[in-house]
């Protein structure tokens, strides 16, 4: 497996990264651990107050699907419970307040059908005696009008749920939920990932039809779903040798957010008893503002739809071009096509919630846009790195370093820094002038950053770094 590079913690805005920092101090645990918790954390609070639009005024949600791979004693459990706390808090007061609602509103249905039923049998009274009754369908009438409304069941966190009480949930009037587990195990070995498509479809905001036998059909409009999920990495791969195949052909994964952090077991010394509380308070603030707000407007149907300023829109299309480049012939991306097509539209995503969560006003800055880029470009790397295929790299690496040589010494023996692809074909080693085994060992050493390529017109140009 290739080698990982740190989470760029310093890219988030001061009261996330201080956050973070804080967190890491009170568990040792991994920082993109506590960063990727930190960010379904932060989705699952906005998603139902803002949207982001890209070019041409493309609007999508904002949520984000994030799966951390991490072995039991990383302190999952405790990260999660640290970030997620005034959530949780949030979660059992609207349980309880449901709850007193749902007796009020059990007792006014009594009476309500308790007058309803004397109205309904007056009615049938003076209809079977001739009488005249447009009185008391007039109250009836007024009744009707006024029956008591159940009280709303607002459930934002689901641990582990089949499909279908998903959809019934989502086709009530709470329309935001977040699936997150710190041990998803039961999550990947359950239910609740049964129906990838309705997944994908709510990643992508779109109509989702639920029918039933015995019931009309209802629709799923505008709905938002975060999936945040720490799982053990052995879990994990048994999955992909289960629905791997299913999962990344129509994708699921191409839409997730994965890393496999490095461990710290072993290291978490503790240096000084002491460690800062002020600033996990401050995040926690901010979090409950928008989750009560995200609440307080749910069936208003006004979320905000956050634009790029114009220098932002520049720099994200020129993002796209370059991920669009990589996903060529010998591109970083060659073999992640359909995860690449996706890595647009989540540092979209990204760059939304950082701004609304740090109270930024206007338009999505450069420099939060560029925060994004260096985030979901970090978690490319993760997922090359996680699904990068051992026994091909085991059976290219060692040619591949021979063709590095090669193009070293040539360049250095011609006096070049660079030289042609065409130019191996011609006067390079036998086994290398095959062109697709050269495009392969080629890929190789552009994965591994031994190489940069550049395009002009119908030429490539090779130069070792």
Same mark, same amino acid.
């Given at each position: ?22 967190? /890491? ?18 989705? %699952?609070?906005?998603?139902?107050? &803002? ?40 979660? /059992? ?22 007058? *309803? ?9 003076? &209809?079977?005696? $001739? ?6 369908? /007039? ?6 009008? *006024? ?35 710190? @041990?998803?195990?039961?999550? #990947? ?5 049964? @129906? ?24 799923? *409009? ?75 407007? $749910? ?58 969560? $740090? ?10 846009? @560029?925060?994004?880029? /260096? ?66 060992? %080629? ?11 550049? *395009?002009?017109?119908?030429?490539? #140009?090779?130069?070792?770094?």
């Amino acid at each position: 497996m290739l080698c990982m590079r740190p989470f760029p913690v310093h890219v988030f805005p001061p009261i996330i990264r201080n956050a973070i920092h804080e967190v /890491e101090q009170h568990t040792q645990a991994p920082l993109s651990l506590i960063a990727a918790s930190v960010l379904g954390t932060i989705s %699952l609070a906005s998603q139902n107050s &803002i949207d982001v639009c890209r070019l041409n005024n493309l609007r999508s949600p904002a949520s984000l699907f994030l799966m951390t791979l991490a072995e039991s004693g990383e302190r999952k459990s405790t990260v999660d419970k640290l970030l997620m706390k005034p959530l949780y808090r949030l979660e /059992e007061g609207l349980f309880e307040t449901y709850n007193h609602e749902l007796t009020n509103w059990q007792n006014e249905k009594i009476a309500f059908n308790t007058e *309803k039923k004397a109205l309904m049998s007056k009615i049938k009274s003076d &209809i079977r005696l $001739n009488k005249d009754h447009s009185i008391t369908n /007039e109250r009836l009438k007024a009744l009707l009008s *006024k029956s008591p409304e159940a009280p709303v069941r607002y459930k934002q966190i689901f641990n582990d749920a089949t499909p279908a009480a998903l959809k019934e949930y989502l086709c009530g009037s709470w329309r935001s939920i977040g699936i997150m587990s710190d @041990e998803a195990g039961t999550i #990947f070995n359950g239910y609740t990932l049964n @129906e990838l498509p309705f997944i994908n479809k709510m990643w992508d905001g779109a109509t989702f039809s639920v029918e039933r036998k015995s019931e009309p059909e209802k629709l799923i *409009k505008d709905a938002r779903i975060t999936l945040a999920l720490m799982v053990q990495p052995d879990i994990f791969k048994a999955y992909i040798k289960r629905k791997g195949d299913i999962a990344k052909g129509i994708g699921f994964f191409a839409r997730c957010l994965i890393c496999q952090p490095s461990s710290t077991q072993g290291y978490r010394q503790i240096i000084s008893p002491t460690s800062s509380s002020e600033h996990l308070p401050k995040f926690h603030q901010r979090l409950i503002e928008i989750a009560n707000r995200s609440i307080a407007t $749910n069936n208003k149907n006004d979320r905000q739809c956050l634009h790029f300023s114009h220098e932002a829109e520049n720099r994200w299309i020129e993002f796209y071009n370059k991920v669009e480049s990589e996903m060529g012939l010998i591109g970083h991306l060659s073999d992640f096509k359909d995860y690449a097509s996706k890595i647009a539209e989540n540092t979209a995503r990204i760059a939304a919630l950082l701004h609304h969560f $740090n109270c930024d006003e206007g338009n999505i800055s450069l420099k939060v846009l @560029e925060a994004a880029i /260096e985030i979901s470009a970090w978690y490319v790397d993760e997922y090359v790195r996680i699904f990068t295929k051992p026994q091909t790299m085991l059976l290219v690496s060692s040619e591949a370093d021979e063709l590095c040589s090669w193009i070293k010494e040539y360049c250095c023996r011609c006096l070049m820094p660079y030289l042609r692809k065409n130019t191996i074909l011609q006067y390079g080693p036998n086994k290398f002038r095959s062109r697709e085994k050269l495009n392969e060992l %080629l890929s190789t050493l552009l994965s591994q950053g031994k190489i940069r390529v550049e *395009k002009r017109r119908n030429t490539l #140009f090779i130069q070792t770094v």
